[in-house]
């Protein structure tokens, strides 16, 4: 059965066109059809939050939209925090400092919620940051890792910022 | 865990929603936000062979101040009800609720008419709705409109009165004045997880403290969201004293008959339900003395 419509969303900057079933989930239009496997699939019915992505901005379940809807929208997967060869970004490099991954599997889902996390909250409570969290669940680390390194990570983002402002205004 | 085929259909406004829903209703379901929907046809519980996507009709995706309403378009997502000063003001208790509304995820996709339409008997929207006594506009396919109030648009479990070619079109808020107190208590296994339970609360008092008006309804524990009228005439006239509370728990836990499963019991669920009322009647009455209806 051929009802396949056409979508096409930039993904990472790069504008990806193509023919899709309307079925087909955002989180397989990612990972099969633009090669990008840094998106994970953990429960596919909304509740783990592996598969989070940044769409129009917005973190939300890429396994909770068709790719057809997302027609026309700007996404961001976690392969847009750093280039291939290139360094970790200070978020996931802070993941990194405090072991707050270990299988790995729901990082980028905590990655690309809290980056958009740290956009509006610069210097976040702990409480603020369990809350922000919470629709991801980690098997492994028990959380308290990854909020050592969301704390970190604000921190140093904090402190680049007002060293460029600085810089900026002399 | 993948859904079953189905076609696409896109309508840009409400005309063209409703000729679809004219022609395919019965095979078809609405998709707006597709936080509930999605996860039923991944897990192929549902497997509609037409998806109506409405979330590109721009004109029902508003918040505004109607009469004595406020009035929410059935396309608006949970985070501009989150987001809204004008909510804040006009309806404290749809603030509150709302942040119990799954998670941040959730609530940037999620819309207040799916909410509405999926009629799950522990969402919070139905909830507060149901406590305020709002109303449910409903479009035809004709082009004709219908109003109704929860209680006859929450049928049981899951089931609305919506048919095949209806479609949600504006939820209602009734405004709270400024010198009610309300409140709205949920208690989750983890906060963004469909509540055990949940109660939502508004309250005028006199100078004395005396309950001059109260609307209260439970979720989570009856097959649709209930507002405890038997609770409410009982409160007119007194005060919260401790026997006063005792009687409203006992009140609430016989007006309730919630169903175990594994996140609580049944008794445990009953006894939740009395002990939110009290404390949800205990804030808003608190709230509505400071004369600051402010939720934080
Ligand atoms: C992990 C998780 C946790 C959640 N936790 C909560 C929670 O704690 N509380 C809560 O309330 N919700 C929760 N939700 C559900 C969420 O709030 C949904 O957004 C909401 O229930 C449905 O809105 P939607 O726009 O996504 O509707 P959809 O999923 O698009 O649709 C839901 C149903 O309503 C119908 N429908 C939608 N819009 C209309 C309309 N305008 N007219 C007629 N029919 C319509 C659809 O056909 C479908 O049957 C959760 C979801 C997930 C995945
Ligand atoms: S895979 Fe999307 S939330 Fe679990
Ligand atoms: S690191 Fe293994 S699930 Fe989070």
Redesign the pocket.
């Known amino acids: 059965m051929s009802n396949k419509v056409q979508v096409a969303v930039f993904v990472n900057g790069k504008k990806v066109q193509k023919k899709v079933e309307p079925r087909l989930l955002l989180t397989d239009f990612i990972r099969e059809e633009c090669n990008l496997t840094g998106t994970h699939l953990g429960c596919e ?3 783990c939050g592996a598969c989070t992505i940044l769409v129009d901005n917005e973190p939300v ?1 890429s396994c ?1 939209m068709f790719a057809v809807q997302a027609d026309g929208c700007d996404i961001q997967t976690v392969e847009s925090l750093n280039s291939v060869d290139g360094p970790l970004n200070v978020l996931q490099q802070s993941f990194s400092d405090n072991h707050a991954l270990q299988c790995g599997f729901c990082t980028p889902g905590f990655l690309m919620t809290l980056t958009h996390f740290l956009i509006d909250n610069e210097n976040p409570t702990e409480n603020e940051i369990r809350e922000a969290i919470s ?1 991801n669940l980690c098997r492994c680390t028990g959380y308290a890792n990854i909020i050592k390194a969301v704390q970190q990570a604000a921190q140093i983002l904090q402190k680049e910022k007002s060293n460029s402002s600085v810089v900026s205004a002399q | 865990m993948k859904p079953a085929v189905f076609s696409y259909l896109r309508p840009t406004n409400l005309q063209e929603a409703l000729m679809f829903l004219e022609e395919y209703g019965e095979d078809a ?12 046809m991944n897990m192929r519980l ?1 497997a509609p062979a037409y998806l109506i996507d ?2 590109r009709i721009s004109d ?1 995706n508003y918040i505004k101040l109607d009469g004595d309403f406020l009035a929410v378009g ?2 608006t ?2 985070k501009d009800i989150e987001n809204s000063d004008l909510v804040k003001e006009a309806c404290p208790l749809l603030s509150e609720a709302i942040r ?4 941040a995820q ?2 940037n ?12 008997p ?5 909830c507060v709705l149901t406590a305020l006594r709002g109303e449910i506009v ?1 479009a035809n396919v004709d082009g004709s409109e219908e109003v109704l109030v929860p209680e006859e648009f929450f049928l049981t479990y899951m089931l609305t009165s ?1 048919q095949p070619d ?4 504006e939820v209602r808020f009734p405004i709270i004045p400024k010198e009610s107190g309300s409140a709205f208590l949920e208690l ?1 296994r983890r906060h ?4 055990l339970a949940e109660v939502a609360a508004v309250v005028d008092i006199d100078d004395e403290g005396h309950l001059l008006n109260v609307k209260i309804a439970v979720g989570g524990v009856n097959p649709t969201p209930t507002a405890l009228e038997q609770v409410e005439e009982y409160l007119i006239g007194k005060k919260l004293t401790d026997e006063v509370l005792r009687q409203v728990s006992d009140l609430t836990q016989e007006s309730v008959d919630p169903e175990s499963d594994l996140h609580g019991t049944a008794e445990y669920r009953r006894e939740l339900a009395g002990t939110l009322t009290v404390r949800a009647l205990k804030i808003a009455v608190e709230r509505a003395r400071g004369g600051n209806n402010n939720v934080q």
Not at chain 2, 29 to 40: A, F, W
């Open positions: 019915h909304g509740v379940r909770l629709g | 379901k609405i998709l707006s936000g597709g936080q509930s929907l999605i996860p039923t549902s409405i979330s029902l059935a396309l997502k949970h119990w509304v799954g998670h959730i609530r996709r999620g819309t207040v008419g799916g909410s509405i339409a999926h009629g799950d522990s969402a919070e929207l139905p409903i919506l209806q479609m949600v079109k989750a963004g997880d469909f509540g």
